[in-house]
């Protein structure tokens, strides 16, 4: 028997309480005192997050362990006007309950850092720009 329709079911989105109480499991594996809110205008979610600078990564690291990697990427400003190249770092934590989250951050030479626990440990597989 049909429904009388050719659709299929939607996905519903998971309720609000499972939304957060995901978060809190993140927020909770990664640190973050203040819970977590990821910044979709630079493309976060649950499993994906940004942080500003390496320190902010590198306090992760500490915290949580994970596996380093750097790749070259492209930036722009939110107009296009501006480009620059940079190279990301991401680090990657496996959440049990979630699956692996991704941290990210670009290099930036003038936070400095290059002695931090973080960088010492790409150090020793990669060079950073």
């Not at 649950?46 to 306090?59: F, M, Y």
């Amino acid at each position: 028997m049909t429904n009388g329709t050719d659709q299929k079911p939607r996905a519903e989105a998971p309720p609000a309480s499972e939304t957060f109480d995901r978060a809190a499991l993140v927020a909770r594996a990664l640190g973050f005192r203040n819970g977590l809110k990821p910044n979709e205008s630079l493309g976060d979610s649950l499993t994906r997050l940004t942080v500003w600078t390496q320190h902010e990564l590198n306090a992760i690291y500490i915290r949580a362990g994970g596996t380093l990697t750097t790749r070259p990427v492209q930036r722009s400003t939110h107009d296009g006007e501006s480009t620059w190249s940079a190279t990301e770092i991401t680090l990657t934590v496996h959440v049990p309950s979630i699956g692996d989250v991704q941290v990210v951050t670009d290099w930036d030479e003038e936070c400095g850092g290059r002695d931090l626990p973080v960088m010492r440990a790409l150090a020793c597989r990669e060079s950073i720009a």
